[in-house]
């Protein structure tokens, strides 16, 4: 219930949404380019307006956060940082040999 009652809040300080749209197969987008502005929120359902001011009221589940291109690619410099520090800090392996029972192969 809180859990719930958050989301829907959540999504009342969120100004632009991405709005998902029905693909045709795997590799097309699932959201829209176009950034909606969120216009009135009833319940789990959301009143959304698009750049051509047409309004469309659509589930809370068929809409996605914003974020503009600033913000992921300083998300991603991030990201890449980490990666690279995971990279350099690599996992001791093992020492292999053959069991004793096979003796020497050479």
Not at 37 to 50: C, M, P, R
Not at 59 to 64: C, F, G
């Amino acid at each position: 219930m809180f859990l719930s009652a958050f989301k829907e809040s959540y999504h009342l300080l969120i100004h632009k949404v991405l709005l998902k749209k029905k693909t045709s197969d795997k590799l097309s987008a699932k959201f829209e380019s176009a950034p909606y502005q969120i216009f009135e929120k009833k319940g789990n359902s959301v009143v959304i307006q698009s750049p051509e001011k047409v309004q469309y009221q659509r589930n809370v589940t068929e809409v996605k956060k914003f974020t503009p291109r600033e913000e992921q690619s300083a998300n991603s410099d991030h990201q890449l940082e980490l990666q690279e520090d995971m990279e350099l800090e690599q996992r001791q392996q093992r020492d292999r040999r053959p069991s004793e029972c096979y003796g020497e192969w050479e």
